[in-house]
């Protein structure tokens, strides 16, 4: 499944191997065909892949800073993952009133057949249990899991974290899987330390995180070469 988003408010792109391509226009965030989009997957037990387009238009036409850019692709993931967290509550809402009222009907019968007397030894255990929940952290866009793309179809290029970690590793003398997990969030990298460290650890410092630091500012240094800025 495909969810291809585009920035600055141009259009989201959505489709997948069974329903081709559809293309829109997205103010703000997810609107509602690419919910709805988002919605078939969902019900279709898919695992969506999304794809945020036209990276571009953040430095040529937002004229953007690489930090802005950041804040405004966070955003963007956070409300498809909004979309998302819906689907899961919503799930989570039916399954629970599913299991209560079946609960309900399995202990009305045993009654019934403690009654007339032909319940089991078996049949006066209640070993329904608890309503066991469903773990929701899979169903979630995140670059570091390597489920979100960032693309210019116009230029011709996407990436995911993994082939910056892995141009990055060996020079930060940090293993290309651990990278990875710190190259999207609030990770930064400690100059004097030359160590990974999160927010807790800035003390006061305006470091930039690494998403920044080793993704962003490299596209923006080479548009602005290849555009003379």
């Given at each position: 499944?495909?969810?291809?988003?585009?920035?600055?408010?141009?259009?989201?792109?959505?489709?997948?191997?069974r329903?081709?391509?559809e293309?829109?226009h997205?103010?703000s965030?997810?609107?509602?065909?690419?919910?709805?989009?988002l919605?078939q997957?969902?019900i279709d037990?898919?695992?969506?892949l999304?794809?945020?387009?036209?990276?571009?238009?953040?430095?040529?036409?937002?004229?953007?800073?690489?930090?802005?850019?950041?804040?405004?692709?966070s955003?963007?993931?956070e409300?498809?993952?909004?979309?998302?967290?819906?689907f899961?509550a919503?799930?989570?809402m039916?399954?629970?009133?599913?299991?209560?009222?079946?609960?309900?009907?399995?202990l009305?019968?045993?009654?019934?057949?403690?009654?007339d007397?032909?319940?089991?030894?078996?049949?006066?255990?209640?070993?329904?249990g608890?309503?066991e929940?469903?773990?929701?952290?899979?169903?979630?866009?995140?670059?570091?899991?390597?489920?979100?793309?960032?693309?210019?179809?116009?230029?011709?290029?996407?990436?995911?974290?993994g082939?910056?970690?892995?141009?990055?590793?060996?020079k930060?003398?940090?293993?290309?899987?651990?990278?990875?997990?710190?190259?999207?969030?609030?990770?930064?990298?400690?100059?004097?330390?030359?160590r990974?460290?999160?927010?807790n650890?800035?003390a006061?410092?305006?470091?930039?995180?690494?998403?920044?630091?080793?993704?962003?500012?490299?596209?923006?240094?080479?548009y602005?070469?290849?555009?003379?800025?």
């Amino acid at each position: 499944m495909l969810v291809k988003g585009d920035n600055g408010g141009s259009n989201i792109r959505t489709g997948s191997r069974r329903r081709g391509t559809e293309e829109h226009h997205a103010g703000s965030g997810a609107d509602k065909q690419t919910i709805a989009v988002l919605r078939q997957a969902w019900i279709d037990r898919l695992r969506p892949l999304l794809v945020i387009n036209k990276l571009d238009r953040l430095i040529t036409e937002l004229k953007l800073s690489p930090s802005e850019a950041y804040h405004h692709l966070s955003q963007l993931i956070e409300q498809v993952n909004a979309v998302m967290g819906s689907f899961y509550a919503s799930d989570r809402m039916e399954d629970d009133l599913r299991w209560r009222d079946e609960r309900e009907k399995r202990l009305a019968a045993r009654k019934a057949q403690a009654q007339d007397g032909t319940a089991t030894p078996d049949d006066g255990n209640d070993n329904d249990g608890e309503y066991e929940e469903k773990e929701d952290e899979d169903i979630y866009f995140a670059p570091e899991r390597g489920n979100v793309l960032f693309a210019s179809a116009i230029d011709g290029w996407a990436f995911r974290l993994g082939k910056f970690a892995r141009l990055y590793a060996d020079k930060l003398g940090i293993k290309e899987r651990n990278l990875r997990r710190v190259l999207w969030g609030d990770w930064y990298l400690d100059p004097k330390t030359k160590r990974v460290v999160g927010r807790n650890k800035l003390a006061g410092r305006n470091l930039k995180p690494l998403f920044v630091q080793f993704v962003l500012e490299n596209i923006w240094r080479v548009y602005n070469t290849v555009l003379g800025d």
